[in-house]
């Protein structure tokens, strides 16, 4: 028994941080992959698989670059490369050219990626100043969804707009997820549960 709590509580997190690691070496070096094949082969399929792979690598400027040309040449309607371009261009404080994107998703398929554009258009909304607007789509977005992406956003807004008593109360419920959930999910959740807890503790009691 007391083997198997070591391994639970001492080895398990070093292969998830090993698995990773791998993933990382993998996604590198396919994006070198695609890197070539675009030079012969500059298909929109490929330019836009390269920009998938850049996004997840935190490339955002390289992966926005592509997605633009993946968009100006595709005959597709798919709405995949404007969220992803939105997702990018809200890393890099593109809030005018993020809110066109999202707002695109959103009015053709408000419940894309299990409501999480709704929310990142909130969130674009609240960056770009729009205070009246954020808090309208983030109601409408906490109603329908639990992400804690979501949650952790709004609670940052209202913390912005000194609404600290509802600031503490969104964040407090990221962290009430904790204990009833998987392992595996808390494992996922881990960087949001991190970000509700500084959020806390920078907000008045």
Do not use: C
């Not at 941080?17 to 070096?29: M, N, Q, T, Y």
């Not at 695609?34 to 400027?61: H, S, T």
């Amino acid at each position: 028994l007391g083997a198997l709590v070591y391994i639970v509580a001492e080895v398990l997190p070093d292969v998830n941080l090993v698995v990773g690691s791998l993933e990382a070496f993998s996604r590198r070096r396919r994006i070198r992959q695609f890197e070539q094949i675009v030079i012969d082969n500059p298909a929109v399929g490929n330019l836009e698989e390269l920009a998938d792979l850049l996004l997840e690598e935190r490339k955002f400027a390289r992966a926005k670059d592509l997605y633009d040309k993946v968009i100006a040449t595709s005959r597709s309607d798919s709405l995949d490369p404007f969220y992803r371009r939105g997702l990018a261009e809200l890393e890099l404080d593109d809030f005018k050219g993020a809110l066109a994107d999202l707002e695109r998703v959103v009015a053709k398929d408000p419940k894309y990626d299990f409501h999480r554009a709704l929310g990142l258009l909130a969130h674009a909304h609240s960056r770009a100043g729009d205070p009246q607007e954020a808090d309208a789509l983030f109601t409408r977005a906490t109603d329908i969804s639990t992400v804690s992406e979501t949650y952790y956003n709004y609670a940052s807004f209202l913390a912005a707009e000194q609404r600290t008593a509802e600031a503490r109360e969104w964040a407090g419920r990221i962290l009430a997820k904790k204990p009833t959930m998987p392992r595996y999910l808390r494992r996922h959740e881990r960087p949001w549960f991190r970000k509700a807890s500084a959020l806390l503790k920078r907000l008045p009691a």
